[in-house]
Protein backbone atom coordinates (compact mmCIF):
# COMPACT_ATOMS: atom_id res chain seq x y z
CA UNK A 1 0.00 0.00 0.00
CA UNK A 2 0.66 3.50 -0.81
CA UNK A 3 0.16 6.27 1.14
CA UNK A 4 0.66 10.07 0.36
CA UNK A 5 0.14 12.78 3.15
CA UNK A 6 -0.50 16.35 2.86
CA UNK A 7 0.11 18.68 5.66
CA UNK A 8 1.48 21.48 6.73
CA UNK A 9 3.02 20.14 9.96
CA UNK A 10 4.88 16.91 8.33
CA UNK A 11 6.73 16.46 11.99
CA UNK A 12 3.55 15.79 13.40
CA UNK A 13 3.50 12.01 11.16
CA UNK A 14 7.10 11.16 12.71
CA UNK A 15 5.09 8.46 14.76
CA UNK A 16 4.54 6.85 11.34
CA UNK A 17 8.44 5.95 11.64
CA UNK A 18 7.53 3.77 15.28
CA UNK A 19 6.14 0.32 15.98
CA UNK A 20 3.89 -0.97 13.96
CA UNK A 21 3.60 1.26 11.21
CA UNK A 22 7.28 1.79 11.05
CA UNK A 23 7.69 -2.06 11.11
CA UNK A 24 5.41 -2.34 8.25
CA UNK A 25 7.27 -0.17 6.35
CA UNK A 26 10.52 -1.09 6.86
CA UNK A 27 8.95 -4.73 5.38
CA UNK A 28 8.14 -2.86 2.47
CA UNK A 29 4.35 -3.91 3.30
CA UNK A 30 3.62 0.28 3.22
CA UNK A 31 5.36 2.81 1.68
CA UNK A 32 4.28 6.05 3.07
CA UNK A 33 5.00 9.79 1.43
CA UNK A 34 4.65 13.06 3.76
CA UNK A 35 4.35 16.19 1.82
CA UNK A 36 4.87 20.03 3.45
CA UNK A 37 1.49 21.37 1.69
CA UNK A 38 3.43 25.33 1.40
CA UNK A 39 5.76 23.77 -1.02
CA UNK A 40 2.72 24.49 -3.49
CA UNK A 41 1.85 27.91 -2.49
CA UNK A 42 1.89 30.13 -5.32
CA UNK A 43 3.15 33.49 -3.21
CA UNK A 44 5.78 34.63 -1.92
CA UNK A 45 4.84 34.06 2.09
CA UNK A 46 4.06 30.19 1.20
CA UNK A 47 0.07 31.07 2.43
CA UNK A 48 -2.23 28.92 2.54
CA UNK A 49 -4.84 30.28 4.73
CA UNK A 50 -6.93 33.07 4.10
CA UNK A 51 -9.77 34.86 5.86
CA UNK A 52 -13.35 33.18 5.73
CA UNK A 53 -16.07 34.25 3.48
CA UNK A 54 -19.36 35.67 5.60
CA UNK A 55 -17.18 36.27 8.12
CA UNK A 56 -16.87 34.63 10.93
CA UNK A 57 -13.60 33.67 13.44
CA UNK A 58 -10.72 31.85 12.45
CA UNK A 59 -9.07 31.40 8.92
CA UNK A 60 -9.93 28.67 6.11
CA UNK A 61 -7.34 27.07 3.68
CA UNK A 62 -6.88 28.21 0.51
CA UNK A 63 -7.79 26.19 -2.43
CA UNK A 64 -4.84 26.99 -4.94
CA UNK A 65 -2.20 24.79 -3.00
CA UNK A 66 -4.65 21.76 -2.63
CA UNK A 67 -5.63 22.13 -5.81
CA UNK A 68 -1.73 22.00 -7.27
CA UNK A 69 -0.81 19.12 -4.95
CA UNK A 70 -3.60 17.15 -5.37
CA UNK A 71 -3.05 17.42 -9.15
CA UNK A 72 0.91 16.63 -8.81
CA UNK A 73 0.00 13.88 -6.64
CA UNK A 74 -2.24 12.64 -8.88
CA UNK A 75 -0.68 12.47 -11.46
CA UNK A 76 2.29 9.93 -10.18
CA UNK A 77 -0.40 7.53 -11.03
CA UNK A 78 -1.46 8.79 -14.28
CA UNK A 79 1.65 6.49 -16.47
CA UNK A 80 0.12 3.30 -15.03
CA UNK A 81 -3.58 4.10 -14.45
CA UNK A 82 -3.53 4.28 -10.92
CA UNK A 83 -5.91 7.07 -9.54
CA UNK A 84 -5.70 7.22 -5.41
CA UNK A 85 -8.27 7.40 -3.01
CA UNK A 86 -8.53 10.30 -1.43
CA UNK A 87 -9.09 11.21 2.10
CA UNK A 88 -10.08 14.03 4.14
CA UNK A 89 -10.04 13.66 8.08
CA UNK A 90 -13.10 16.31 9.29
CA UNK A 91 -15.28 16.66 12.35
CA UNK A 92 -18.12 16.63 9.79
CA UNK A 93 -16.88 13.22 7.86
CA UNK A 94 -18.52 9.58 8.31
CA UNK A 95 -17.66 8.11 11.55
CA UNK A 96 -14.34 6.15 11.50
CA UNK A 97 -14.95 2.43 12.33
CA UNK A 98 -13.71 -1.30 12.17
CA UNK A 99 -15.30 -2.14 8.90
CA UNK A 100 -14.19 1.65 7.19
CA UNK A 101 -10.91 0.63 8.24
CA UNK A 102 -11.77 -2.89 6.49
CA UNK A 103 -12.72 -0.88 3.69
CA UNK A 104 -9.42 1.27 3.66
CA UNK A 105 -7.08 -1.99 4.17
CA UNK A 106 -7.99 -3.14 0.45
CA UNK A 107 -7.36 0.29 -1.23
CA UNK A 108 -3.41 0.14 -2.88
CA UNK A 109 -3.00 3.95 -3.00
CA UNK A 110 -4.58 6.69 -0.16
CA UNK A 111 -4.04 10.41 0.03
CA UNK A 112 -4.52 12.16 2.93
CA UNK A 113 -5.21 15.87 3.29
CA UNK A 114 -4.53 17.32 6.67
CA UNK A 115 -6.45 20.38 7.20
CA UNK A 116 -5.44 22.32 9.42
CA UNK A 117 -7.57 26.25 10.75
CA UNK A 118 -11.21 25.80 10.20
CA UNK A 119 -10.83 23.41 7.71
CA UNK A 120 -9.79 23.18 3.58
CA UNK A 121 -12.06 25.64 1.18
CA UNK A 122 -15.11 23.70 0.43
CA UNK A 123 -14.51 23.18 -3.38
CA UNK A 124 -11.44 21.44 -2.64
CA UNK A 125 -13.50 19.06 -1.16
CA UNK A 126 -16.29 18.49 -3.37
CA UNK A 127 -13.61 18.23 -6.42
CA UNK A 128 -10.91 15.48 -4.88
CA UNK A 129 -12.14 13.88 -1.54
CA UNK A 130 -13.46 10.10 -2.17
CA UNK A 131 -13.86 9.76 1.70
CA UNK A 132 -14.76 12.75 4.71
CA UNK A 133 -13.71 10.96 7.77
CA UNK A 134 -14.11 11.99 11.39
CA UNK A 135 -12.33 9.79 14.22
CA UNK A 136 -14.89 11.27 16.99
CA UNK A 137 -17.19 13.50 18.30
CA UNK A 138 -15.05 15.80 19.79
CA UNK A 139 -13.25 18.74 18.04
CA UNK A 140 -9.07 18.05 17.11
CA UNK A 141 -7.08 21.16 15.92
CA UNK A 142 -5.92 19.58 12.67
CA UNK A 143 -6.22 16.10 10.51
CA UNK A 144 -2.87 15.00 11.23
CA UNK A 145 -4.03 13.02 14.86
CA UNK A 146 -6.68 11.66 13.06
CA UNK A 147 -4.22 10.36 9.92
CA UNK A 148 -2.29 8.74 12.68
CA UNK A 149 -5.54 7.23 14.22
CA UNK A 150 -7.07 6.02 10.68
CA UNK A 151 -3.32 4.88 9.47
CA UNK A 152 -2.89 2.32 12.37
CA UNK A 153 -6.27 0.87 11.99
CA UNK A 154 -5.97 0.16 8.74
CA UNK A 155 -2.22 -1.18 9.00
CA UNK A 156 -3.31 -3.65 11.06
CA UNK A 157 -5.65 -5.10 8.71
CA UNK A 158 -2.92 -5.41 6.07
CA UNK A 159 -1.56 -8.74 5.57
CA UNK A 160 1.54 -10.45 7.42
CA UNK A 161 1.48 -7.10 9.63
CA UNK A 162 0.28 -8.43 12.83
CA UNK A 163 1.95 -11.88 13.28
CA UNK A 164 -0.80 -13.62 14.84
CA UNK A 165 -3.66 -12.92 12.24
CA UNK A 166 -6.24 -14.43 15.08
CA UNK A 167 -5.05 -11.32 17.14
CA UNK A 168 -6.92 -9.09 14.51
CA UNK A 169 -10.04 -11.31 13.65
CA UNK A 170 -10.41 -11.74 17.77
CA UNK A 171 -10.24 -7.30 17.83
CA UNK A 172 -13.04 -5.59 19.12
CA UNK A 173 -15.91 -5.02 16.82
CA UNK A 174 -14.53 -7.21 14.23
CA UNK A 175 -17.39 -8.93 15.44
CA UNK A 176 -19.73 -6.48 16.41
CA UNK A 177 -19.03 -6.75 20.28
CA UNK A 178 -16.68 -5.09 22.64
CA UNK A 179 -13.59 -7.96 23.20
CA UNK A 180 -13.67 -10.02 26.76
CA UNK A 181 -11.28 -8.80 29.34
CA UNK A 182 -7.40 -10.38 29.02
CA UNK A 183 -5.00 -11.44 32.09
CA UNK A 184 -1.16 -13.18 31.70
CA UNK A 185 0.93 -14.05 34.57
CA UNK A 186 0.82 -14.40 37.68
CA UNK A 187 -2.22 -16.09 38.39
CA UNK A 188 -3.05 -13.82 41.35
CA UNK A 189 -2.40 -10.28 42.20
CA UNK A 190 -3.00 -8.68 45.40
CA UNK A 191 -6.32 -10.03 46.18
CA UNK A 192 -7.18 -10.35 42.33
CA UNK A 193 -7.36 -14.03 41.10
CA UNK A 194 -7.34 -14.81 36.66
CA UNK A 195 -11.11 -16.20 36.11
CA UNK A 196 -10.77 -20.22 36.64
CA UNK A 197 -11.89 -20.74 33.20
CA UNK A 198 -8.92 -19.23 31.79
CA UNK A 199 -6.95 -21.39 33.53
CA UNK A 200 -8.86 -24.24 32.80
CA UNK A 201 -7.84 -25.52 29.36
CA UNK A 202 -11.23 -26.20 28.23
CA UNK A 203 -11.10 -24.44 25.23
CA UNK A 204 -14.88 -24.67 24.80
CA UNK A 205 -15.54 -23.07 28.52
CA UNK A 206 -12.72 -20.47 27.61
CA UNK A 207 -14.97 -19.58 24.24
CA UNK A 208 -18.05 -19.57 26.23
CA UNK A 209 -17.02 -17.53 29.00
CA UNK A 210 -15.15 -14.83 26.31
CA UNK A 211 -18.40 -14.73 24.45
CA UNK A 212 -20.54 -14.11 28.08
CA UNK A 213 -18.18 -11.34 28.97
CA UNK A 214 -18.37 -9.84 25.53
CA UNK A 215 -21.54 -9.63 25.48
CA UNK A 216 -21.90 -8.58 29.21
CA UNK A 217 -19.30 -6.06 28.42
CA UNK A 218 -20.76 -4.45 24.93
CA UNK A 219 -24.35 -4.14 26.66
CA UNK A 220 -23.03 -2.13 29.80
CA UNK A 221 -20.72 0.17 27.90
CA UNK A 222 -22.31 0.01 24.04
CA UNK A 223 -25.52 -1.18 23.76
CA UNK A 224 -25.98 0.87 20.84
CA UNK A 225 -23.32 -1.96 19.24
CA UNK A 226 -25.82 -4.87 20.44
CA UNK A 227 -28.99 -2.87 19.04
CA UNK A 228 -26.91 -2.96 15.56
CA UNK A 229 -26.08 -6.10 15.91
CA UNK A 230 -30.12 -7.01 16.41
CA UNK A 231 -31.12 -5.37 13.31
CA UNK A 232 -28.66 -7.34 10.98
CA UNK A 233 -29.51 -10.37 12.60
CA UNK A 234 -33.39 -9.19 11.67
CA UNK A 235 -32.37 -8.29 8.42
CA UNK A 236 -31.22 -11.76 7.37
CA UNK A 237 -33.14 -13.66 9.48
CA UNK A 238 -30.82 -14.94 11.63
CA UNK A 239 -30.98 -14.60 15.69
CA UNK A 240 -29.71 -11.95 17.84
CA UNK A 241 -26.72 -11.40 19.93
N1 LIG B 1 -11.14 13.47 11.72
C1 LIG B 1 -11.38 14.36 12.44
C2 LIG B 1 -11.71 15.34 13.41
C3 LIG B 1 -11.38 16.71 13.52
C4 LIG B 1 -10.64 17.59 12.58
C5 LIG B 1 -10.11 17.09 11.41
C6 LIG B 1 -9.50 17.94 10.51
C7 LIG B 1 -9.41 19.31 10.78
C8 LIG B 1 -8.92 20.42 10.08
C9 LIG B 1 -9.11 21.55 10.86
N2 LIG B 1 -9.73 21.15 12.00
C10 LIG B 1 -10.12 22.07 13.07
C11 LIG B 1 -11.59 22.37 13.01
C12 LIG B 1 -12.27 22.37 11.82
C13 LIG B 1 -13.63 22.66 11.82
N3 LIG B 1 -14.28 22.97 12.96
C14 LIG B 1 -13.61 22.98 14.11
C15 LIG B 1 -12.26 22.70 14.17
C16 LIG B 1 -9.93 19.81 11.99
C17 LIG B 1 -10.54 18.95 12.89
N4 LIG B 1 -11.92 17.17 14.65
N5 LIG B 1 -12.57 16.16 15.27
C18 LIG B 1 -12.48 15.04 14.55
N6 LIG B 1 -13.04 13.81 14.86
Same mark, same amino acid.
Not at 5 to 33: N, W
Not at 46 to 71: E, I, N
Not at 141 to 161: H, M, S
Not at 200 to 214: K, L, M, T, V, Y
Given at each position: ?12 ? %? ?21 ? =? ?8 ? @? ?16 ? !? ?10 ? *? ?7 ? $?? +? ?18 ? !? ?15 ? $? ?7 ? @? $? *???? =? ?12 ? +? ?5 ? +?????? @????? @?????? =? ?17 ? +? ?39 ? %????
Amino acid at each position: MRVDIVTIFPDYL %SPLELSLVGRARARGILDVHLHD =LRQWADDVHR @SVDDAPYGGGPGMVMRPQ !PWWAALTEIRAL *GAADGRRPR $IV +VPTPVGRPFTQAYAADLADV !PWLVFCCGRYEGIDARV $IDEWADDEI @S $I *GDYV =LAGGEVATLVILEA +VTRLLPG +VVGNAE @SVTDD @SFTDGL =LEAPVYTRPAVWGDREVPA +VLRSGDHAAIGRWRRAEALRRTAQRRPDLLARQDQAAADDG %SGGA
